[in-house]
């Protein structure tokens, strides 16, 4: 649904007060640098605020703060509020026109708020909040380049990008889901205005909600590709224990999407969530659990001690709905002001996902489980965007034709993309043709493997068939030869019982 501008942008693009916003705990040295990096940007001074928001560190951040940066604004909390809190106190006590929250552990490029600004100007009207690129500390790995998420709202720091919806990677202005809350702006009386960071999320997928959330009240997220940031990662979370940020990553999934889906569709998808988290957390287990002793036609039980013994990971998606049941309240009264406020039906959100069924858990056998459930509680019929139907075709230079043939007998029915792999990096090049994409790569490109990645289905020849990234793969796999007739039958890359090798899904040639 179309509403016009929300506010009024200037005719000509104009330097606009910013506070940047910091929050901290026990990592005095990291901010340090971050701090340092600010004093470099090419910016106004005088339009830059700088907040810092310390979640009761105890390694003398705020002294060192008073003496040396007497010009930071310092929010100082009694306890470890978390991410969010810390996030939401400093946009209340900022002057800015804009907020811009950065990680701690994140240094900025001189050119990272211009570049944030020219992304909001390029989109328009309705774009308030804009996406930096995040690379790692060294600027050798990407860590958020756009963004997607599954039907369960496990957000990803990277856009689907390769086929025909949407053939080439996200540029500046290009919608994306959401921003990584490490290195963001947004218009701040538009973020106190729909609530801020959902307090209850602590840390973790906080920033997914809110881009959801944007979406849902009119509002467009989009991406700044040259307003880059690298970044520690990790640096104050990975303290913590994995098993207490999956706890956090789980329970806040499920907090979205009770949240931001329409009625109808929630209760279906939060319905499949919760199952999946079971399965997750059996997987996580390993040998620790043994399904037959469940059974009772299974022979007798020798655990005598009648006790099971887990890794904390697994106990982690249980403890995550048990922390997810106790924020019920908050999180129902949440939804019931976004529904009542919002302006764009689920069906013109679910685009920006990329890919709907991207297993949350390594491997064939949750990827199996999770399409089965699906096909069960008839998830994919919820909108036509939700096919699993991103179809990947592999092979080499020398099979281009037949390549093409495949493409052609299938772009009627689903999103058709060929990697053609090459033996020259030179020759990279990405085409368009009707009705299906062709990306021409060597087999040591990054690209190759995340184009395999987000494939909802691979169609490969036998050479093909022999890169690791293709063997890794979870989605169904049919292997076959330019001599073929048929793509209808699956057949084996090594062994036919090899479990990555099944009967195609939803595909028909």
């Not at 991410?83 to 001189?110: H, M, Q, R, T, W």
């Not at 913590?240 to 907090?255: D, I, K, V």
């Amino acid at each position: 649904m179309d509403t016009g501008p929300f506010f009024d942008l200037p005719e000509t693009p104009r330097a606009r007060q910013v506070s940047i916003v910091i929050p901290t705990y026990n990592n005095l040295s990291l901010l340090l640098e971050c701090l340092g990096s600010l004093r470099l940007l090419d910016y106004p001074a005088e339009l830059i605020e700088i907040v810092v928001v310390d979640n009761a560190s105890t390694d003398r951040t705020q002294a060192v703060l008073k003496d040396r940066f007497p010009y930071v604004k310092l929010v100082t909390l009694d306890t470890n509020t978390g991410f969010a809190v810390a996030c939401n106190k400093g946009a209340a006590v900022a002057s800015g026109e804009y907020i811009a929250f950065l990680n701690n552990d994140a240094v900025v490029d001189p050119g990272w708020l211009k570049a944030l600004f020219a992304a909001l100007d390029a989109a328009g009207g309705k774009a308030v909040c804009a996406a930096s690129r995040i690379l790692s500390h060294n600027g050798e790995e990407t860590e958020y380049d756009g963004a997607a998420s599954n039907l369960f709202a496990a957000g990803r720091p990277t856009s689907v990008w390769g086929w025909p919806d949407n053939p080439e990677a996200p540029s500046t202005g290009s919608p994306v889901l959401f921003a990584s809350g490490g290195a963001m702006l947004i218009h701040r009386a538009t973020f106190l205005d729909v609530g801020g960071f959902d307090p209850a999320y602590f840390a973790y997928f906080e920033d997914v909600d809110l881009g959801w959330r944007l979406w849902a009240l009119g509002y467009d997220v989009v991406y700044a590709p040259d307003a880059t940031v690298r970044h520690i990662g990790g640096a104050t979370g990975k303290r913590s224990g994995s098993h207490r940020r999956y706890t956090l990553w789980e329970s806040n999934s499920l907090a979205t999407v009770l949240k931001n889906y329409e009625s109808g569709n929630m209760e279906r998808i939060l319905s499949a969530a919760l199952l999946l988290q079971y399965k997750r957390a059996l997987l996580s287990a390993g040998d620790a659990i043994k399904p037959a002793d469940y059974r009772l036609s299974s022979p007798p039980d020798n655990n005598v001690s009648n006790v099971e013994r887990m890794p904390k990971v697994s106990v982690a998606h249980i403890v995550a709905i048990d922390r997810f049941n106790s924020m019920l309240p908050h999180l129902m009264e949440e939804r019931r002001t976004i529904q009542a406020k919002r302006v764009r039906s689920d069906a013109e959100i679910l685009p920006l996902l990329g890919r709907a069924f991207e297993p949350q858990y390594a491997g064939t056998q949750y990827a199996d489980g999770a399409r089965a459930l699906a096909s069960t509680l008839e998830l994919y019929g919820i909108s036509d965007i939700l096919s699993p139907n991103r179809v990947l075709i592999v092979g080499t230079a020398d099979e281009a034709s037949y390549l093409k043939d495949l493409a052609s007998r299938l772009k009627d029915n689903n999103r058709v993309a060929i990697v053609q792999i090459s033996p020259k990096p030179s020759e990279s090049a990405s085409q368009q043709f009707d009705g299906y994409t062709q990306h021409t790569l060597d087999a040591a490109n990054p690209i190759v493997v995340r184009l395999i990645g987000f494939a909802d289905a691979l169609i490969v020849t036998p050479t093909a068939a022999q890169l690791d990234a293709v063997r890794s793969a979870s989605a169904p796999i049919a292997v076959v030869g330019a001599s073929s007739s048929s793509i209808e039958r699956a057949i084996a890359i090594n062994d036919p019982s090899d479990a990555r090798v099944r009967d195609f899904w939803r595909i028909s040639a």
